[in-house]
């Protein structure tokens, strides 16, 4: 089975602290797909990012970055200097690969990040 | 707006009742998924259509759930016979499957919050 565990329920920093939002996944398929979803106060859901299973490499998009591990089957999510604006919901989901496959997405429980001024 | 939209963004109704919903995915986009976020929750898969196919059902969507894509193009969600359980924000995602692989990036809708009295 697949599953997604997000073990922070809340985090609250300062602004201009640097935050990790921890995601730890399970699935026993070779082929994956991970993602990391925003979800502000106003409800909707926005994408960040997907890294497949094959992908380790580390990804940095601005004040954003990603490591994944397949080793500890992580995928955490830091976000560097965060600003008021970073306050939201953040989920982890996956999606399994291979023919077939739906890509519905699985997602964590997710993780509210307050950010203070 | 090209992004997905769902209509009504709100709905109460009592309990018994029947309500359905309306998803426009993005236009090019061949897949579409319905997912449930019930409140401090991560969104749970519901349905998925790639086109006018309903491929895969999960086993939250109980008999009084259905749903159709008519033509591949919006689909709707009713559930008949409504229960207090069924309160819930129910969002919608597409994607494509056409450009960059199977197993894009979903984009969601703003979501319906269904409030059962």
């Known amino acids: 089975a697949q599953k997604v565990t997000q073990a922070q329920t809340e985090i609250s920093v300062v602004e201009k602290e640097d935050v990790t939002l921890d995601c730890v996944y399970e699935?026993?398929?070779?082929?994956?797909?991970l993602f990391w979803y925003k979800q502000p106060p106003s409800g909707e859901l926005v994408f960040l990012i997907r890294?497949?299973?094959?992908?380790?490499q580390n990804e940095i998009s601005g004040r954003y970055s990603w490591n994944f591990q397949k080793s500890t089957s992580s995928f955490n999510f830091t976000i560097t200097a965060s600003q008021v604006v970073d306050s939201a919901v953040y989920f982890c989901a996956l999606s399994g690969g291979g023919s077939g496959n739906t890509g519905k997405l699985i997602f964590g429980q997710g993780t509210t990040l307050q950010v203070k001024p | 707006d090209t992004g997905v939209s769902q209509n009504p963004r709100h709905k109460i109704t009592k309990r018994g009742q029947n309500v359905t919903f309306r998803c426009d995915p993005i236009s090019e986009h061949n897949r579409l998924y319905w997912y449930r976020q019930t409140l401090g929750q991560g969104p749970e898969f519901l349905t998925y259509f790639q086109n006018e196919a309903q491929l895969e059902k999960s086993r939250l969507l109980s008999d009084r759930f259905s749903a159709e894509r008519p033509k591949g193009s919006f689909s709707t969600l009713e559930i008949q016979r409504t229960e207090q359980g069924d309160s819930a924000m129910y969002l919608c995602a597409s994607s494509s499957s056409e450009y960059t692989g199977p197993y894009n990036e979903q984009f969601f809708g703003p979501g319906t919050r269904l409030t059962v009295l």
């Open positions: 890294r497949n299973s094959f992908d380790e």
């Open positions: 699935t026993r398929d070779t082929t994956y797909y």
